[in-house]
């Protein structure tokens, strides 16, 4: 009978997924999987951009894939660059796409010149940052161990990049940055400095946003007794520096973990959920609810509770969708596991994690920042070792709904028991309203029973009602859209 029900409930779901498709585009190999990697995607409208930085044999590797719309991989190389020697060195910073363009910001620190240069610079077919690009601005360095730090972000209307160079701190006066303002065709369209008085320490920079208008958000961290909270030190294009912390007005509560983006009036949204201060520990935690900041709203943190605590939730993504927008969350748990016959262990450069992953959370919020609804959604729980970016889960918008895919259990869904255990991709439509549609699983679609391929949706690129996500098996990949 349960069967019945479940299969009952996925014709309903596919009814209403009628209009969703998916579609596997064409493979290509140079492809692995990394410990902890770090993961950005663009998205044009004409292809998906997906940077994976990781680390192999102490050496930082950035591999850049590049599928059209049709899921077709039309480049997938290794980025790389010359290196240089200690006292001319060269270093990647960071890879924007603006326009159709992917641009690499290459640092260099010359030390007969006694400054730190960041160069815009194109990309060669095999892969190779060309070596002349233009110059974006300059700061003073005289040591290596002394470094500048910039950094680089895209604005939402993927028009502009804004940067801003982090001097070598000077003892007890505050960090003066320098700010530029770039247009698609890396013109630039206004530079300056600013700096937050009163902020004599080094700012640790966690995170750095900017907004269509110029406005530029950065965001650290700074502790309070027991825990650490966020702050944003924030600069309009008015010249305006501010510093806000960002903290609960209930001294019994803290900000357990957050995501950031700008939304489409050009303010910064914080979301995250709340824990107690009492319940801290370093093993599960219970977390009591979320919590949200908008950066019009300087002195407003506003915090709003679930019906019972939840375990291990961590926020992944914010998605707008007209007059409501998306947390996306999900129960989630890192374990450092200590050993000691690896002394690269010691060093922190070979570290290992147990992770486990279980049910995800949605909940949504008016344009206002009222909450609508709080939406669990049960999927199997997976435990992994060092690997996990298969048990992920991607987000974004098709058909103006918040679709979300991930991998579930194959069992959960058909009564074969022989293939209980298979990873199966599946999709959820939520609307605005918090109507949630039943799981359609694209068994058939994606042939997961006898297919190499696995769905791994921590890469993922979603623009214009469709979502794009990397599968992979031992040594290719290749695009999965769902539209």
């Known amino acids: 009978m349960k069967h019945l029900l479940l299969f009952a409930a996925l014709l309903i779901g596919i009814t209403a997924f009628g209009q969703v498709k998916v579609i596997q585009g064409n493979s290509d190999p140079l492809f692995s999987l990394a410990k902890k990697p770090v993961f950005t995607s663009f998205s044009t409208s004409t292809a998906d951009y997906f940077l994976i930085r990781r680390r192999e044999n102490m050496a930082k590797i950035n591999q850049l894939i590049v599928a059209d719309k049709g899921g077709n991989i039309t480049f997938n190389k290794d980025i790389w660059i010359k290196t240089g020697f200690i006292n001319n060195s060269f270093q990647l910073q960071q890879l924007v796409v603006i326009g159709n ?22 990309i060669r077919e095999d ?50 940055f320098k700010y530029f303002i770039l ?7 206004s530079t300056g400095e600013f700096s937050f008085a009163g902020k004599a320490k080094r700012i640790e920079i966690y ?28 600069y309009t294009t008015g010249g305006q520096a501010t510093i806000i912390p960002i903290m609960m007005a209930d001294p019994d509560q803290k900000n357990f973990n957050y995501t950031s983006t700008v939304n489409p009036a050009g303010e910064l949204v914080i979301a995250g959920y709340v824990q107690k201060k009492k319940t801290f520990s370093m093993g599960d935690t219970q977390t009591t609810g979320t919590w949200l900041f908008n950066s019009a709203k300087i002195n407003e943190v506003k915090t709003f509770n679930f019906d019972k605590p939840v ?7 914010i998605v707008y969708n007209g007059n409501t927008f998306y947390l996306v969350g999900e129960q989630y748990k890192a374990e450092r596991q200590l050993s000691s016959g690896s002394s690269m262990q010691h060093l922190g450069m070979d570290e290992s994690f147990d992770y486990s992953h279980n049910d995800i959370m ?23 070792h060092d690997l996990d970016q298969q ?19 194959y069992g959960k869904y058909f009564d074969e028991k022989s293939y209980k255990n298979y990873k199966l991709p599946v999709a959820v439509l939520i609307t605005n309203d918090g109507l949630m549609e039943a799981p359609i ?18 890469f993922f690129s979603s623009n214009g009602g469709q979502i794009s996500v990397l599968a992979g098996n031992n040594s290719s990949v290749k695009p999965i859209v769902f539209k």
Not at 112 to 119: E, I, M, R
Not at 446 to 452: E, F, G, H, R
């Open 101 to 122: 363009t992917p641009i690499a910001f290459v640092e260099n620190f010359n030390k007969t010149d006694g400054k730190s240069t960041l160069v815009a610079c194109t």
């Open 127 to 176: 892969g190779k940052v060309n070596e002349t690009g233009v110059e974006v601005g300059s700061l003073p360095q005289t040591r290596l161990l002394s470094p500048v730090d910039w950094y680089i972000c895209l604005t939402p209307d993927k028009k502009h990049i804004a940067v801003i160079g982090q001097p070598v701190h000077e003892k007890d006066s505050p960090d003066l």
């Open 183 to 189: 247009d698609e065709n890396l013109k630039q369209l």
């Open 207 to 234: 995170n750095f946003l900017a907004s269509d208008k110029g406005d530029l958000y950065i965001l650290s961290e700074d502790f309070d007794k027991t825990y650490k909270y966020p702050t944003l030190y924030k």
């Open 311 to 317: 375990t291990n939730l961590t926020a992944r993504n």
């Open 362 to 384: 949605v909940t949504g919020f008016s344009a206002d920042g009222a909450k609508k609804f709080d939406m669990p959604l049960s999927r199997n729980p997976w435990v992994s």
């Open 391 to 409: 048990y992920m889960v991607s987000s974004g918008l098709i058909n103006g709904k918040l679709a979300l895919i991930y991998n579930d259990q």
């Open 441 to 458: 699983p694209f068994a058939k679609e994606l042939d997961v029973k006898v297919s190499t391929y696995t769905l791994y949706p921590q």
